[in-house]
């Protein structure tokens, strides 16, 4: 996720503010020394002004950071010096919210993880779900609703089922399902459990009772999902990165649920291949595509002007391709209402059906064409023509067909796995993440709430880790109670995304699974293709120089300014960075 960091340019404007920030978590983040403020010495010269202050680093054991107070021998003063040292932390963080509050993160941003510039793109691939159809929460509430009815009607589960409704704030992507023990969880980048997020059913299952299930919190390698985030070959684990997976995880969330209300033994292996066969029943048998074509405006959103970004591509000579594992009518009447009749003559190359992510991988199918009236056609396929429509086919014969090959190519789509994996690690394409949820996120980001908890977070995390070392009685009840707060804080920005599994991309202070597979497989990411319409087809994105955890913990560089709440372009003036690494 973006940093609550600043940029230069913002914090120069007042020095006395910079220098209070500088100072302030330099303290709080730096073992065995402390920041002073060293006015007499040159930091940066300007022809506009006197030169800033320079702040300067000097030796001083942390058991000495002042001296007299630290000598004392009574519990009591003792306690009333570290509560005074809690309090001016406090008032200093609480003096920074103002200077921090004024630099929001534009959630209409395009995110790089590596560095890419639209200039040396010249052939531009979409998937269709969630790329360039985006749909309303109506969807969801009808697969879950379609699943449920076939489970009770077709797989004979108990008519008590229908007491359950689609319940959309839920369950978040990219949640890991353990299938033997029925359990949904969060794991973070480095395999362990988000404790507090783990469900059976519907509710939270102890701490304690995980911590023993797994003996630990750590999920080893072998038991999770394989690849493309299926629990197959022995694994046990199943990650659910699509979209259309909520209403999945949430009917799994649900019939384990009434089970376990109504002392039902069941064996829960069955209850997710029956969930699962049931879901894909929805989707396979078309009941979600010809649901979706007789009431389109209810469950397309017009609103991500996908439209103008085709036409923007297309007015600027770019070459355009779709490959989507939907069918043919179902694309064809969802790009008629949100592109127009005329959508064909954008794109190159239509492909449809391509059961991705084989479309990648397998090379024994080779492409079929497809009349406007759905036939298949048994001719071999020599050229890929526009304005023809072609089915499942394999990525490898696609790339003789049309010799786009290699880094000119970029391609979007909002499945981690099926869509970008195998394009950046074996092709060389470039990688294109939507990630609608983002929007969202970063708007929760920019409130006063978060602001103001996560400062505060950050800065008491500081001051523990600097006062820990005071192991008597008395000092250890106090820096207790600021461990007691800190987990509060925690939990309470968890809940301020979603109330039982937190943000998509943080468990806590580590990046999620999923945010670690986005780093990996996307070059850019962003919550819409409209966000392309921000910038012009020069543009360079580059990655910000993030601290590690051993390098400085205030980097003017670490700030994407192209992020913060400054204006984008208009149709004369292009974005400009502030401040370049």
Aim: proline share 5%.
């Amino acid at each position: 996720m973006p940093t609550l960091s600043l940029p230069l340019s913002n914090l120069l404007r007042n020095k006395e503010s910079f220098k209070r920030l500088i100072a302030h978590f330099k303290y709080l983040h730096t073992r065995r020394g402390i920041w002073t403020v060293n006015t007499s010495s040159p930091w940066i010269s300007s022809s506009r002004g006197p030169k800033s202050a320079l702040v300067s680093w000097r030796q001083v054991p942390v058991g000495q950071l002042t001296a007299g107070d630290m000598c004392t021998s009574s519990s009591e003063d003792k306690t009333s010096w570290l509560w005074s040292i809690y309090n001016e932390t406090k008032q200093q963080t609480q003096d920074l919210i103002p200077v921090i509050s004024n630099n929001f993160v534009n959630p209409d941003t395009i995110f790089a993880n590596n560095q890419m510039s639209l200039q040396d793109i010249e052939i531009y691939g979409f998937d269709y779900d969630y790329t360039l159809a985006f749909y309303s929460s109506h969807l969801h509430t009808l697969i879950f609703n379609i699943a449920r009815d076939i489970l009770i009607d077709e797989h004979r589960y108990p008519e008590g089922l229908k007491e359950y409704d689609y319940m959309p704030n839920f369950v978040i992507r990219g949640l890991h399902y353990d299938v033997q023990k029925a359990l949904l969880m969060k794991i973070d980048a480095f395999h362990y459990i988000q404790l507090g997020t783990v469900y059976r059913g519907l509710n939270p299952v102890p701490e304690k009772e995980v911590i023993a299930m797994y003996e630990g919190s750590h999920v080893p390698l072998e038991i999770m999902s394989d690849f493309y985030g299926k629990s197959s070959h022995g694994h046990t684990m199943k990650q659910f990165m699509d979209i259309f997976s909520l209403p999945e995880m949430t009917l799994l969330s649900c019939v384990n649920d009434y089970f376990l209300k109504h002392n039902i033994d069941y064996e829960p292996v069955h209850l997710y291949k029956d969930v699962k066969e049931a879901i894909g029943d929805v989707h396979v048998r078309g009941i979600m595509y010809r649901a979706v074509e007789a009431d389109i405006e209810k469950y397309i959103c017009y609103g991500e002007q996908t439209h103008a970004v085709l036409r923007k591509l297309s007015k600027n000579g770019k070459k355009m391709f779709l490959i989507t594992n939907s069918p043919f009518d179902f694309v064809d009447r969802g790009m008629n209402y949100i592109v127009g009749k005329d959508w064909r003559d954008l794109f190159d190359v239509v492909i449809v059906q391509a059961d991705k992510p084989g479309f990648f991988n397998d090379r024994r199918k080779p492409f079929r064409r497809v009349t406007d009236k759905g036939v298949l056609l048994w001719d071999r396929i020599h050229h890929l023509e526009k304005g023809q429509i072609y089915k499942q086919g394999n990525l490898y014969e696609f790339l003789r067909l049309t010799g786009w090959r290699g880094s000119k190519v970029l391609y979007f789509g909002d499945h981690i796995y099926s869509d970008l994996a195998d394009l950046t690690l074996k092709h060389g394409w470039r990688t294109g993440a939507i990630i609608p949820e983002l929007r969202k996120e970063i708007k929760i980001m920019n409130t006063e709430e978060y602001v103001h908890t996560m400062t505060w977070l950050q800065a008491l995390t500081g001051l523990l880790e600097q006062m820990q070392v005071h192991r008597d009685p008395a000092s250890q009840t106090v820096i207790q109670q600021w461990i007691n707060e800190r987990e509060e804080m925690r939990l309470r920005t968890k809940d301020i995304f979603n109330a039982q599994f937190g943000s998509l991309f943080r468990t806590y202070h580590n990046p999620t699974y999923f945010s670690r597979r986005l780093s990996r497989f996307a070059d850019i990411y962003m919550p819409s293709l409209s966000c392309l319409l921000n910038y012009d087809l020069q543009h360079t994105f580059y990655p910000r120089r993030t601290p590690l955890q051993h390098e400085s913990p205030i980097w003017p560089e670490q700030t994407s300014t192209g992020a913060m709440n400054i204006p984008f372009q208009t149709p004369n003036r292009h974005i400009r960075k502030i401040s370049e690494e």
